[in-house]
């Protein structure tokens, strides 16, 4: 079954919101609940897991880390001639980064349809992007562009016995 490569990025997972309720995969979930504030449940993570999931897209792996810099570049390594480049391996590197694989038919091109266009200024309200972020530079989440980058970037950020 097609899988794809999903990062919250940094910004995503720092903003820290409080809800009230939290969804039952994050209730369940030891690893992120680490890293979320005792006061409450960080809104962004769960909120956007909740959008895959609602979908029918079903959860293979997840992990929070801090990519090294030089991680972050071999994982936007495409990009590594553009102006921003330094800028955006340097964000991305610079907090908790949750990684996680999703699966399921049509996975990768509608995960980046439930993400948005790449500037938050031209995503769709309805889209992760659209809805939850702002500027460019800080758009929240990462999806893979297609079949090759989620092959890729999944044997970059997990190892095979990390998915289920
Ligand atoms: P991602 O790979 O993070 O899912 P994307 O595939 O929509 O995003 P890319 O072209 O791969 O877009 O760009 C990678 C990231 O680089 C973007 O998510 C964004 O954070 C950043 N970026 C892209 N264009 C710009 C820009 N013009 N100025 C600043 N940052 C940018
Ligand atoms: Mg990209």
């Known amino acids: 079954m097609e899988r794809t490569f999903i990062a ?3 910004d995503g997972v720092q903003r820290g919101l409080v809800i009230d309720r939290p969804n039952k995969f994050i209730a369940s979930c030891s690893l992120l609940r680490k890293i979320l504030k005792p006061s409450g449940y960080n809104n962004q993570i769960s909120e956007i897991i909740s959008r895959f999931e609602r979908k029918g897209f079903k959860l293979v792996g997840i992990k929070i880390m801090v990519p090294s810099k030089g991680f972050t570049q071999k994982h936007y390594h495409d990009l590594k001639e553009k102006p921003f480049f330094n800028g955006l391996c340097n964000f991305l590197s610079s907090g ?4 996680m694989v999703w ?3 049509g996975v990768i091109r509608y995960g980046r349809k439930l993400i948005g266009a790449t500037d938050p200024q031209k995503s ?3 889209t992760i992007r659209g809805d939850l972020a702002v500027v460019v530079g800080r758009n929240i989440i990462h999806g893979s562009d297609g079949p090759e980058s989620a092959k890729d970037e999944i ?3 997990f190892k095979p016995e990390e998915l289920v």
Do not use: R
Request: charged content about 25%; glycine content about 12%.
């Open 155 to 157: 044997s970059m950020w």
């Open 96 to 99: 908790p980064v949750v990684a």
């Open 103 to 105: 699966e399921g038919e």
């Open 124 to 126: 769709e309200p309805g």
């Open 8 to 10: 919250i990025k940094p």
